[in-house]
T-cell receptor, first 112, second 114 residues
Framework: EDKVVQSPLSLVVHEGDTVTLNCSYE??????LLWYKQEKKAPTFLFML????IEKKSGRLSSILDKKELFSILNITATQTGDSAVYLC????????????FGQGTILTVHP | NAGVTQTPKFQVLKTGQSMTLQCAQD?????MSWYRQDPGMGLRLIHY???????DQGEVPNGYNVSRSTTEDFPLRLLSAAPSQTSVYFC?????????????FGNGTRLTVT
């Protein structure tokens, strides 16, 4: 059964800190791994990763995938209070298209 | 540009009642799906569709029905509501690409079953 495990489950930091969120997965027929940010409403897309070793970057956020070790990390540098959210790791794979597997999420709280 | 529209935003049902959560997208996405989100459980897939006339079960399909008569609409029906179905429901859609494609989410429906 496909599985996605995120760690830590929650994290409290102060503005300016750098954080690393982890996502490990077990999957048959890997297609891609996606990261989302969820504040009060719907998750919003951050990154989609399909190849190992290629860092995706957007401002202070970056992410990388290791398909050999079956994990991904999401880095946030110089955190701001607006980064406070739940970060979701999602694995797209399996034997049929469409069965995405979500991790439990990491709750990030950034204090001023 | 509406994206994915879910209605209603909030709903309270009594045990045994039925209702339909509506989902519509205007991006011509082939793939549409329904998730429920419960504390500590992440999002769990209920049903999904890869095109009009095609639906399939996800991880937690019991107690829910779906249909996909058009590309745009993907309603979720609760047949006989139970307190265990109290949750936040998200509809999401995407293009279908071999390597996957980012999901676009609706704003969610908060359902309480008493």
């Amino acid at each position: 059964e496909d599985k996605v495990v995120q760690s830590p489950l929650s994290l409290v930091v102060h503005e300016g800190d750098t954080v690393t969120l982890n996502c490990s997965y077990e999957v048959t027929n890997f297609r891609s791994l996606l990261w989302y940010k969820q504040e009060k409403k719907a998750p919003t897309f951050l990154f989609m990763l399909t190849s190992s070793g290629i860092e995706k970057k957007s401002g202070r956020l970056s992410s990388i995938l290791d398909k050999k070790e079956l994990f991904s990390i999401l880095n946030i540098t110089a955190t701001q209070t607006g980064d406070s959210a739940v970060y979701l790791c999602v694995q797209a794979g399996g034997t049929s298209y469409g069965k995405l597997t979500f991790g439990q999420g990491t709750i990030l709280t950034v204090h001023p | 540009n509406a994206g994915v529209t879910q209605t209603p935003k909030f709903q309270v049902l009594k045990t045994g009642q039925s209702m339909t959560l509506q989902c519509a997208q205007d991006m011509n996405h082939e793939y549409m799906s329904w998730y429920r989100q419960d504390p500590g459980m992440g999002l769990r897939l209920i049903h999904y569709s890869v095109g009009a006339g095609i639906t399939d079960q996800g991880e937690v399909p019991n107690g829910y029905n779906v249909s996909r008569s058009t590309t745009e609409d993907f309603p979720l029906r609760l047949l006989s509501a139970a307190p265990s179905q109290t949750s936040v429901y998200f509809c999401a859609s995407s293009y279908m690409r071999q390597g996957g494609s980012p999901l676009h989410f609706g704003n969610g429906t908060r359902l309480t079953v008493t």
